[in-house]
């Protein structure tokens, strides 16, 4: 990813990505790849009534503001040894691909006339989807509001979902249908409701799903954003597949048999054939099976992912937000907090969020709604949602979601995956201890309580885990000796603890001691293990725990 650099008169640019002065040629078919993302998408042919097809037109005054160049190599969009510069070739070749706005039901009604020679061949989807938002409860009416798909790109033996947000009012927005009334592209009167998207809303999806990357969690990504004449934006976001639960649920709530089974074997079929599933079952209730079996390792530990790196993504019922493999989607109101607010919930006008510890029973329903959903195809007969709620599946959530959230805080403590599968299987009391006792420190709210702030309202936590995991380690191999009360709540203290929050009451005096006890457990079982001194445990801990417990970190609202 980089700003953009323009060369317009140069052909012939260095590729200093190479390491040395060599120099990257340009020929026709440099960027020829863009012409195979064209509006046509398998899921127009495979599945049934998942989608309305829009016509499309040529969108003018476009201009690249942000061009993802290492996403576009990992797809194999441009080549490997392309230098972090925006030629005139390759913009026009984006602009040309994505500069695009849908003719809609209001231009329709109304009889807008559009230049022939603006109009593409090919039809573009927005797809249908589950949605809170709306007045109808079973996705009838719900979905993309103010996207569409481009299409597909195949490449590397991969394939990936290409979609654009900011090109135009669709009639699956909620404005549609609360209003009853189809509404004009850019329509002032409404702000989701427009189709237009802004270009802080791209920037802010592309560096914070970024990060996201970075940190190993599953989430869409931005290819670029285009910014046009009158302020407003298109994002292109790209992911492997870009499937949400939700594309799922209308046709469950809908008994829609044929269209769920079709939307279900499309979502298999793709992720095998992407290599993400492997080892899939012929027989057809088997690989439902397997399919399940999936959806309950990807929610359970998304739901601890969530919960142990403080990221509100706002899981709910309807499976709107988020991916079917657990990837984020929609930053409007995502954020990653560097404390525990567990009170926290985003404002939306008219109804508060989901909680972060809250997101688990989220997570857990969505998975029960995966149970009725095998069930129901099946045996060909749905069943109430209430008849799945303490099935088997519920167990195996609640098994994994536990092991996630104790590797999770292995990880974080500066264990190796291969050193933390060790602790968790032969010392799984000593482990369960220290969650205990970490969780109690992580959870301490503010006796101020419950206030407003920005974009919703909070209750501040008053302790920062991350500082005692990347401090403690160090305090120890200087001194071989647990450290006082008083310089451990010192350490943990963050800036929204008043003194009345910091108290040393004797029941947190004994918190201090236990987790300082289990801490060094934890560090001499694996030293006697690994047959080495535990200053050497403890050097290799402290490398890692400083890295991955960083003081700097982008949180909040602040990307």
């Known amino acids: 990813m980089t700003r953009l650099k323009k060369n317009h008169e140069e052909r012939r640019t260095e590729n200093s990505s190479s390491g040395g002065a060599h120099s990257f040629k340009i020929s026709e078919k440099t960027y020829q790849k863009f012409k195979k993302i064209n509006g046509k998408h398998p899921l127009q042919a495979e599945t049934i009534n998942s989608h309305i097809l829009y016509k499309v037109r040529t969108r003018k005054s476009a201009k690249t503001v942000v061009f993802n160049f290492a996403l576009a190599k990992e797809m194999g969009l441009i080549p490997e040894n392309h230098p972090q510069i925006m030629t005139k070739e390759l913009e026009k070749a984006f602009i040309d691909t994505f500069a695009l706005v849908i003719i809609n039901e209001y231009d329709e009604i109304n009889k807008i006339e559009y230049p022939k020679e603006t109009i593409r061949s090919n039809k573009y989807m927005a797809t249908r989807y589950l949605q809170l938002q709306h007045p109808n409860k079973k996705g009838e009416t719900s979905g993309d509001g103010r996207s569409i798909w481009n299409g597909v790109f195949k490449a590397k033996g991969k394939t990936w979902d290409v979609s654009s947000c900011g090109t135009g009012a669709t009639s699956l927005s909620p404005a549609t249908h609360i209003q009853g009334k189809f509404f004009e592209t850019g329509d002032p009167s409404i702000s989701y409701g427009c189709g237009y998207a802004e270009v802080d809303e791209g920037l802010a999806t592309l560096f914070f799903s970024e990060v996201f990357q970075k940190n190993k969690i599953a989430t869409e990504r931005v290819l670029g954003v285009l910014k046009f004449s009158d302020g407003f934006a298109v994002t292109v976001r790209v992911h492997q597949n870009l499937i949400r639960p939700s594309h799922m649920f209308n046709h469950l709530k809908q008994s829609n048999y044929e269209a769920l089974k079709a939307m279900v074997d499309y979502y298999i079929a793709r992720q095998e054939a992407n290599g993400d599933w492997s080892d899939i079952p012929d027989s ?103 008849h799945f709620s303490n099935s088997s599946w519920s167990k195996e959530f609640e098994k994994v979601f536990m092991k996630a959230k104790y590797m999770n805080l292995l990880t974080k403590i500066g264990f190796k995956r291969e050193t933390s599968e060790k602790l968790l299987k032969l010392k799984p009391k000593l482990v369960k201890s220290f969650l205990s006792n970490f969780s109690y420190f992580e959870k301490v709210k503010s006796e101020r309580g419950i206030k407003k702030v920005n974009d919703g309202i909070t209750c501040d936590a008053i302790f920062c885990m991350r500082d005692i995991l990347r401090e403690l380690p160090q305090i120890l191999l200087s001194r071989g000796k647990s450290i006082e009360r008083i310089e451990f709540i010192e350490i943990l203290k963050s800036s929204y603890a008043t003194e009345k929050d910091l108290e040393l009451t004797a029941y947190r005096k004994k918190k201090i001691d236990s987790f300082q006890s289990d801490y060094w457990s934890l560090l001499n079982f694996v030293a006697k293990n ?25 949180t909040g609202d602040s990307i």
């Open 284 to 386: 057809e209730s088997k690989k439902y099976d397997y399919f399940l079996q999936k959806q309950i390792e990807v929610f359970a530990k998304v739901a601890a992912k969530f919960e142990d790196d403080y990221i509100f993504c706002w899981l709910d019922w309807d499976g709107d937000n988020i991916l079917m493999d657990g990837g984020i989607i929609d930053y409007g109101s995502v954020r990653q907090f560097g404390l525990y607010h567990r009170e926290y919930r985003f404002d939306d006008d008219d109804r508060f969020s989901t909680s972060i510890p809250e997101q688990k029973s989220k997570a857990k329903y969505t998975v029960q709604c995966f149970a009725q959903i095998i069930d129901y195809l099946k045996n060909h007969k749905r069943r109430p949602i209430s």
């Open 530 to 554: 690994s047959e080495e001194p535990v200053e050497a445990v403890l050097l290799r801990v402290s490398i890692r725990s400083s890295v991955i417990n960083r003081y700097d970190r982008v």
